[in-house]
């Protein structure tokens, strides 16, 4: 006989909790983490997106960025925030 596990919303929500304190140990600033800004790969690594959904985010207005020649960079702060908002 096979047991069934239920997910409550409220485990969802710890899981959640668990999972943006640890990005938020990843990204600290003064751990390893001392730029300012980030390329596009690298927010894209950070949030585990794909470049499509990287793209929306920028063309909705969620994720501000700074276009330098042909290189897209993204503030560290702004990320935070967007973690903090939730994706």
Do not use: P, V, Y
């Given at each position: 006989?096979?047991?069934?596990?239920?997910?409550?919303?409220?485990?969802l929500?710890?899981?959640?909790?668990?999972?943006?304190?640890?990005?938020?140990?990843i990204i600290k600033p003064g751990q390893g983490q001392?730029?300012?800004?980030l390329k596009s790969v690298e927010v894209r690594k950070l949030l585990n997106i794909s470049p499509?959904?990287?793209?929306?985010?920028?063309i909705n207005g969620t994720l501000r960025f700074t276009k330098i020649g042909g290189m897209l960079y993204y503030k560290l702060k702004d990320i935070h925030k967007l973690l903090e908002g939730g994706l």
């Open positions: 006989m096979t047991t069934i596990e239920m997910i409550t919303r409220e485990d929500k710890q899981f959640k909790s668990e999972l943006l304190n640890e990005i938020r140990q001392s730029k300012q800004w499509g959904t990287l793209q929306n985010l920028r």
